[in-house]
């Protein structure tokens, strides 16, 4: 069946930098558009970051533009999410997801605090 598993998260300062990932199997993940997206406590789920199906182009919502940084790699089967300068805003649980499909992994926390 198809599974997302999201790691990398953790607890750091402001200004600092995390790389998460995120497994995908039971589907053909080079055929799929892949996003992350996150949710902090009390919000709604937000979109954060798109890249296409060969990696040639990614967008980013206006809060995290130019500080963080979607990739993947076919080969595989990952996604990643470069975090840079992070702010205590950017706390929230992350998630991966393939546009076109349902599932959502567990996510993983990431923690920006002093």
């Known amino acids: 069946q198809v599974q997302l598993v999201e790691s990398g998260g953790g607890l750091v300062q402001p200004g600092g930098s995390l790389r998460l990932s995120c497994a995908a199997s039971?589907?053909?993940?080079?055929?799929?558009?892949m996003s992350w997206y996150r949710q902090a406590p009390g919000k709604e789920r937000e979109w954060v970051a798109t890249?296409?199906?060969?990696?040639?182009?990614?967008t980013y919502a206006d809060s995290v533009k130019g500080r963080f940084y979607i990739s993947r790699d076919n080969d595989k089967n990952t996604l990643y999410l470069q975090m840079n300068s992070l702010k205590p805003e950017d706390t929230a649980v992350y998630y991966c997801?393939?546009?076109?499909?349902?599932?959502w992994g567990q996510g993983t926390q990431v923690t920006v605090s002093s």
């Open positions: 997801k393939a546009i076109g499909r349902s599932t």
């Open positions: 039971g589907f053909t993940f080079s055929n799929y558009a």
């Open positions: 890249i296409t199906t060969p990696g040639t182009r990614t």
